[in-house]
């Protein structure tokens, strides 16, 4: 008898990577949270209710922008990848191949013994926490675009909520916000990487403008250092102790960033721990060094559309697990020392990873 996993309403939706029509490696689902997103799972795009549903979606592609909301068809079907059955087409409409069942099984569409594949519609809300379940019929695809053409828009259901997230004024003093700088302007700075991650390989850094524009500078002048941390452990951590219950006791990446107007600085969508090499990260600490320039606001775009910005000295902390993003700076320069805490637990882990990197390339 078929056994399927099930989810229902309010349930979060499980993470994942794989293949899919838009990205040379494996896509990171985990990273389309901020909208609301269509999956379906079929066993092929050539079975008939699967074709029919797939030309209804395309045939309204127009509620699906990739802001309002977004469609990703989930295939069991070698055939639609390697004969390119299957497209993007984009804004809006990806699809995945999943041969391997690593995504039918938590989702149900797949027999957990078998593998055997039916056809289901989830909808997922911008928190990535399903809304909606209807599993394949005749009518399941005009049902699911009724559906669609209802939502609103992603900042209109609630999840405009606070965030959870600190805001902490006087975390440096404007003399040493003033010193932090003018270490900036001495040292220099370089173009900014972007962590990424194949399935199996090792993290490494790459350049991306389309999604980050920014400069970096590793502060190297230990008494400087020495005070960062003096400061970060006084004002920041008892913090995170009081609100998140969190013994923080390991900080890293001791850098001063750079987001300016002439290149419209910024940082798209992303979470602070998601590939080996910063799995340990546990809380972000972004401390802004001045005032008198526009955008470079934090948003959060799970929970909604406000814009955090701390004054001259004042800080945003936030678990790195938070999908955030910064707002493209439209005027002046936005600097800012970016750290990371973790704890002696996470420590173990980058010393794992670490360890696995060295291994792989040796």
Not at 256 to 272: I, K, Q, V
Request: neutral net charge; proline residues 6%; aromatic residues 10%.
């Amino acid at each position: 008898m078929p056994s399927f996993e099930a989810l229902f309403v309010g349930d979060p939706a499980p993470w994942f990577r794989q293949r899919c029509t838009t990205a040379r490696g494996d896509y990171t689902f985990d990273m389309i949270a901020g909208r609301f997103i269509i999956l379906y799972f079929f066993g092929s795009s050539q079975e008939g209710l699967a074709s029919l549903a797939l030309d209804r979606i395309r045939a309204q592609r127009h509620l699906f922008d990739d802001k309002r909301a977004s469609f990703f068809g989930v295939s069991a079907d070698p055939a639609d990848e390697t004969e390119a059955r299957l497209q993007a087409e984009l804004p809006g409409i990806r699809h995945f191949f999943d041969v391997d069942g690593a995504v039918g099984r938590p989702y149900g569409a797949r027999d957990k013994e078998t593998g055997e594949a039916r056809g289901i519609w989830y909808v997922l809300d911008p928190l990535l926490r399903v809304r909606g379940v209807l599993l394949d019929g005749a009518d399941a695809a005009e049902q699911v675009l009724a559906l669609v053409a209802r939502l609103p828009q992603p900042d209109e259901v609630g999840l405009d909520q606070p965030v959870p997230a600190l805001m902490l004024p006087d975390v440096f003093e404007p003399e040493f916000c003033a010193r932090l700088m003018d270490y900036l302007a001495r040292s220099g700075s370089t173009p900014s990487g972007v962590f990424t991650q194949a399935a199996g390989g090792p993290s490494e850094a790459v350049t991306d403008t389309n999604f980050k524009r920014r400069r970096d500078c590793t502060i190297r002048d230990p008494a400087l250092v020495g005070q960062v941390q003096a400061r970060i452990i006084r004002r920041v951590v008892p913090e995170i102790r009081k609100v998140f219950q969190f013994e923080a006791s390991r900080l890293e990446r001791l850098i001063l960033a750079s987001y300016d107007a002439t290149d419209r600085g910024c940082f798209g969508p992303h979470r602070d721990n998601t590939v080996s090499a910063t799995a340990h990260r546990r809380f972000a600490v972004s401390v802004n060094l001045n005032d008198g320039f526009e955008g470079g606001e934090l948003v959060f775009p799970e929970f909604g559309t406000r814009r955090f910005r701390p004054p001259a000295g004042g800080a945003v902390v936030f678990s790195c697990s938070l999908m955030h993003a910064v707002m493209p700076v439209t005027a002046g320069r936005r600097i800012a020392c970016l750290p990371f805490v973790y704890d002696e637990a996470a420590a173990l882990l980058k010393k794992e990873n670490r360890d696995k990197a060295v291994a792989a390339g040796s």
